[in-house]
């Protein structure tokens, strides 16, 4: 029986030049055919451009259960330029635990930053590592690694990840030019670290076949390769999968996991599928799946939170960069709320529901956004209400091929790249997609988003204890029928009721339930 292999996918993020790629290859066992930067384009700009993947295989640690067996830390090293976040957001996605590079010299930078930010939405564990040691003099080195040590641990003691482990390493002694003989500093330590924190992730081989692909490649007489990570449920040889953005399906001939051929595979596993030929520039990256699983969509409903080190206001019509799984597409959006009255209610978790109505908002709401006056002197008393939960319509420029409750994350990907600022935005999950092209007519009817308007009018005179008539609301030629119903408030402090009108010149009946105060003589304004 063969042994056991549990495997763990690490993302390797930090700043451009932080020592990505030296340390995923110093850590590293074996590589993948899309590992250590083996692009031409790669190698010619001496940065990594795309999702890099290697493996370490090491004995099992005790708290993953008894028995032989291996761990395999699947390396995903991302690249840090700036430009390529859009990769970035795609390789968290399919991580386990998380390794911040960080360049001991120079400590957090800018995609630094970015990284911890996708880091606490996308993943459960990190390891920061302050790597570059070797450039540190001898004598300062200790001195220097605790300073540096110390800032990170104020820099993390507000988010999930406050008191995590922290490792100095030097990866590539001497830089890129250094002759390979110079040995690696502080990676045995680096590796017991990363085997302490691994965990069993949660894995599930049932449901649709679901598999995020980052490379493609074809092999003469053989077929052509898709590797990626499988998000969802499992595959096996001879299985058929869909290629939606071909909108083509193919039956699986081989597979193999880091050059090692298998049978079958699960949802975490990195593995490459060979499936029967086509052109592999059809498919830089994207989706495969069980046929039919998939659907496109032109619309979702998503719910969100606010990135908390986004600068400014969330606005509705703004338009955002998109993140749904390994695509990046424009949209427009729409937030909206629960009623006020509704704000403390418990919501269902990954729910929507299309009986209630709902309050649009000319922006996401947060201390810093709420503007009208009540809520300003509210904010005063340290009383401001927020609902509980938010909502998006989100509008695609062009339509995304995506499954239902997946990561999305809205950025101002055109902001200033040397602009010392966060670009995501928001980050959510998406819990209805609109597959109808004509979406505004067959299913926004549905949606029942309201906007609050604010009128005011006058008591002409008081008719009863219980009734009041008004004027100067509607206009003459108005259907006051419409508006029965409606809630209104005296200036006095009663709540009333349309009732109806009251002869051809827009007047209208307010019932009020409690016995009004108003008087003939001081006619009172009412909304």
């Not at 800018?110 to 001898?138: F, H, R």
């Not at 493609?216 to 590797?227: E, H």
């Not at 810093?368 to 609902?387: I, M, R």
């Not at 549905?446 to 009128?455: D, E, F, G, M, W």
Request: proline share 5%; glycine share 8%.
């Amino acid at each position: 029986m063969a042994a056991r292999v549990l495997n763990v996918n690490v993302g390797v993020l930090g700043h451009i030049d932080s020592g990505k790629t030296a340390l995923a290859r110093a850590l590293s066992t074996t590589g993948s055919t899309a590992a250590f930067d083996r692009a031409p384009q790669s190698r010619a700009r001496g940065i990594t451009l795309d999702l890099g993947f290697s493996c370490l295989r090491t004995a099992l640690p005790p708290q993953l259960g008894p028995g032989p067996g291996e761990l395999q830390l699947t390396l995903v090293d991302c690249p840090g330029h700036a430009s390529l976040i859009r990769t970035i957001i795609g390789g968290a996605q399919i991580i386990d635990l998380m390794m911040l590079v960080i360049d001991v010299t120079k400590g957090m930078q800018t995609q630094s930053a970015e990284c911890l930010v996708i880091g606490q939405i996308a993943c459960q564990k990190m390891v920061v590592v302050l790597n570059k040691i070797d450039l540190l003099p001898e004598g300062k080195r200790q001195s220097a690694i605790e300073k540096m040590t110390k800032k990170m641990q104020k820099t993390l003691e507000n988010t999930k990840f406050a008191g995590c482990p922290i490792v100095a390493v030097a990866a590539k002694p001497g830089g890129p030019e250094a002759p390979e003989s110079e040995n690696p500093l502080g990676i045995s330590e680096l590796i017991e670290v990363l085997k302490s924190q691994a965990y069993l992730p949660s894995r599930d081989p049932s449901g649709h076949f679901l598999m995020a692909v980052d490379h493609c490649f074809s092999i003469k007489g053989q077929g052509t390769v898709m590797t990626g990570t499988i998000l969802s449920g499992s595959v096996s040889l001879g299985d058929n999968v869909e290629i939606p953005a071909l909108k083509v399906t193919k039956k699986v001939k081989s597979m193999q996991m880091f050059h090692t051929p298998v049978t079958y595979a699960m949802q975490g596993d990195r593995v490459g599928v060979c499936v029967t030929q086509f052109d592999p520039k059809l498919l830089e990256r994207g989706l495969i799946c069980t046929p039919d699983s998939l659907h496109t969509i032109h619309a979702a409903i998503i719910s969100l939170k606010k990135i908390q080190y986004f600068r400014g206001a969330l606005q509705t019509k703004a338009k955002f960069h998109i993140t749904v799984g390994h695509e990046t597409v424009m949209g427009r959006v729409m937030f909206f709320s629960p009623a006020p009255a509704n704000f403390n209610e418990e919501i269902q978790e990954n729910v929507f529901d299309f009986e209630k109505d709902y309050l649009y908002q000319e922006e996401y709401l947060s201390k810093d956004s709420v503007s009208s006056e009540e809520n300003k002197e509210n904010d005063q008393a340290g009383e401001v209400q927020l609902p509980k939960q938010q909502w998006a319509l989100l509008e695609f420029e062009k339509p995304v091929t995506c499954p239902k409750l997946c990561l999305v994350i809205g950025s101002k990907l055109d902001t200033d790249i040397h602009a010392n600022t966060c670009r995501l935005a928001f980050h959510g999950v998406l819990l209805q997609g609109m597959e109808d092209k004509n979406y505004t007519e067959t299913f926004l009817p549905k949606l029942k988003v309201y906007k609050q308007k604010h009128k005011e009018g006058q008591v002409e005179r008081v008719m009863d204890d219980y009734s009041v008539i008004g004027r100067s609301l509607f206009k003459k030629e108005t259907n006051i029928q419409i508006f029965v119903g409606l809630k209104v408030k005296l200036s006095t402090g009663e709540d009333g009721v349309i009732d109806g009108g009251f002869g051809q010149s827009g007047k209208f009946k307010i019932r009020i339930p409690a016995p009004s105060v108003c008087s003939c003589a001081n006619p009172n304004r009412h909304k």
